[in-house]
């Protein structure tokens, strides 16, 4: 099984920036794929962002040009970036990795929450 920590959610006015970042840890062989997810009252959870092994990364029209998605391969960590934040970006966030061996893993989530 693999843990994901996930840290730097929290309050942003309209237009600011904020950092998430997850790491894994446990019984890891090789992860292939790390994203981000979201969810907000009443919606499906949805991708935002998804970047292979390889360093190959792909966004949703919505957040395409805002958000940068970014990873370590020797420390198992993901980062997103997201920069000109808007009030419709306000969701719980998720970190999800896929490993070879143990398959589909999810964070517990993070609030990021802005303000207009």
């Known amino acids: 099984q693999v843990q994901l920590v996930e840290s730097g959610g929290g309050l942003v006015q309209a237009g600011g920036s904020l950092r998430l970042s997850c790491a894994a840890s446990?019984?890891?062989?090789?992860?292939?794929?790390m994203g981000w997810y979201r969810q907000a009252p009443g919606k499906q959870r949805e991708l935002v962002a998804r970047?292979?092994?390889?360093?190959?990364?792909n966004y949703p029209a919505s957040v395409q040009g805002r958000f940068t998605i970014s990873r370590d391969n020797a420390k198992n960590t993901v980062n997103l970036q997201m920069n000109s934040l808007k009030p419709e970006d306000t969701a719980v966030y998720f970190c999800h990795v896929s490993d070879v061996y143990t398959g589909s893993s999810w964070g517990q989530g993070t609030q990021v929450t802005v303000s207009s």
């Open positions: 970047i292979t092994e390889a360093g190959n990364t």
């Open positions: 446990g019984n890891i062989v090789r992860i292939t794929i």
